[in-house]
T-cell receptor, first 112, second 117 residues
Framework: QKEVEQDPGPLSVPEGAIVSLNCTYS??????FMWYRQYSRKGPELLMYTYSSGNKEDGRFTAQVDKSSKYISLFIRDSQPSDSATYLC????????????FGRGTSLIVHP | EAEVAQSPRYKITEKSQAVAFWCDPISGHATLYWYRQILGQGPELLVQFQDESVVDDSQLPKDRFSAERLKGVDSTLKIQPAELGDSAMYLCASSFGGPGQKNTEAFFGQGTRLTVV
């Protein structure tokens, strides 16, 4: 079993829908949680970053962390065709070499 | 806006040949990572540098892969000889901080897509 599990999708939604993307993890030592967006043939772009449990909002994006369930989510409100990309979750411990562990990514398609 | 620069963007090479990738991190970023991303998978770490020193290369196939960051700034990743299974996207990332510090989130370059034929 991988440390970070993420459904690869694809997830197809109509424009304007609320999108929910999720990851589960097994390592309780993870303290920092990130979401990256990756367009086709491009490098990942850091989208959201949260520490420990709780919510963080940035425009149309909300990141949620539930450490008790080892479950993190990214919500996208009013989704746009330009949001079509692969969304990678990543997480790491608070000590050591700070190397983030990535999920395999979820492919999101927002159709007009 | 500062970016991680990588070159080349695309590389096609024959198996058993040598290939090299170059990365210039964001200015001031002490930590540099090389990741490999197979299509449909998340990035997997190959090597991490803190300045010019290797912090973690436990996942680097050392029989054919090598990485260096001689002056603690730009870095080169080499594969010799290349194998068909090495076809992937090679991503470089950098972060401001390192072990024991804050602001350690990684910013990625555009990657080098390697195809071995």
């Amino acid at each position: 079993q991988k440390e970070v599990e993420q459904d690869p999708g694809p997830l197809s939604v109509p424009e304007g829908a609320i999108v929910s993307l999720n990851c589960t993890y097994s390592n309780s030592a993870f303290q920092y949680f990130m979401w990256y967006r990756q367009y086709s043939r491009k490098g990942p772009e850091l989208l959201m970053y949260t520490y420990s449990s709780g919510n963080k909002e940035d425009g149309r994006f909300t990141a949620q962390v539930d450490k008790s369930s080892k479950y993190i989510s990214l919500f996208i409100r009013d989704s746009q065709p330009s949001d079509s990309a692969t969304y990678l979750c990543a997480m790491r411990r608070s000590g050591g070499s700070y190397i983030p562990t990535f999920g395999r990514g979820t492919s999101l398609i927002v159709h007009p | 806006e500062a970016e991680v620069a990588q070159s080349p963007r695309y590389k096609i090479t024959e198996k058993s040949q040598a290939v090299a990738f170059w990365c210039d991190p964001i200015s001031g970023h002490a930590t540099l990572y090389w990741y490999r991303q197979i299509l449909g998978q998340g990035p997997e770490l190959l090597v991490q540098f803190q300045d010019e020193s290797v912090v973690d290369d436990s996942q680097l196939p050392k029989d054919r892969f090598s990485a260096e960051r001689l002056k603690g700034v730009d870095s080169t990743l080499k594969i010799q000889p290349a194998e068909l299974g090495d076809s992937a996207m090679y991503l470089c990332a950098s972060s401001f901080g390192g072990p024991g510090q804050k602001n350690t989130e990684a910013f990625f370059g555009q990657g080098t897509r390697l195809t071995v034929v």
